[in-house]
């Protein structure tokens, strides 16, 4: 099984890079950070029918498609998704790597009343491009900044390792069984 992750924080240690490296380690799946950064402004001119996409966006979109699941993780800004990552999803839109994909959704924030307005701007996002967001999978982590250890990047908390473990079988538990519901091309079939 293989997992991509999307983190919405650019910073090199932000704690949703923390949460993310502590979220993929609780799992046994092979996982791989996808990366944002150098994706250009989302453009329809450069994305319509037979448009050659530019190399990051077509980097991107190989790798979510090749993930039997995909990861995001993102702060929140100004009560919203972080830019880099809408872009990265605008992206995605017009493709159909996410079509019936199994996605979780992590927000991690300082403030103690959490990300609730970009987690629930994610999982709506995600729905319209036909992800399957699966409920158990989903988390919105208040008050995180205190929970990691800055030194190694990662979750220290147990509650929320926990939280992260619980997450993260549901997201390999839905991956499973989608694949296991997938048809299988017959012998005569072209692949």
């Keep these: 099984m293989k997992i991509v992750a999307l983190n919405g924080s650019l910073r090199a240690r932000s704690t949703n890079g923390a949460v993310l490296r502590s979220a993929l380690a609780l799992t046994d799946a092979a996982a791989a ?45 100004a009560h919203g998704v ?7 999803l605008d992206w995605l839109v017009s ?3 996410f ?3 199994p996605v979780a ?11 609730e307005h970009a987690h629930a701007q994610l999982r709506e996002t ?3 491009m036909s992800a399957d967001v699966v409920p158990d999978a989903c988390r919105d982590l208040a008050a995180i ?23 993260m079988a549901a997201l390999t538990a839905a991956a499973a069984a989608a694949a296991t519901a997938a048809p299988t091309p017959h012998a005569d079939q072209p692949q």
Excluded: C, W
């Design 126 to 128: 995600l729905r319209m």
């Design 145 to 167: 900044a205190p929970k990691t250890d800055p030194d190694t990047g990662t979750v220290t908390d147990p509650d929320t390792l926990q939280e992260l473990r619980t997450a």
């Design 33 to 77: 950070t996808a990366g944002i950064r150098e994706l250009p402004h989302f453009d329809p001119d450069l994305d319509h029918q037979g448009a050659t996409p530019p190399a990051p966006v077509a980097a991107l979109r190989r790798a979510v498609a090749d993930a039997d699941a995909v990861l995001v993780v993102s702060p929140e800004y």
């Design 99 to 101: 079509l019936g994909k």
């Design 95 to 97: 493709s159909a790597e």
């Design 105 to 115: 959704v992590l927000t991690a924030s300082p403030s103690p009343t959490g990300a």
């Design 82 to 88: 972080p830019g880099v990552l809408k872009n990265a």
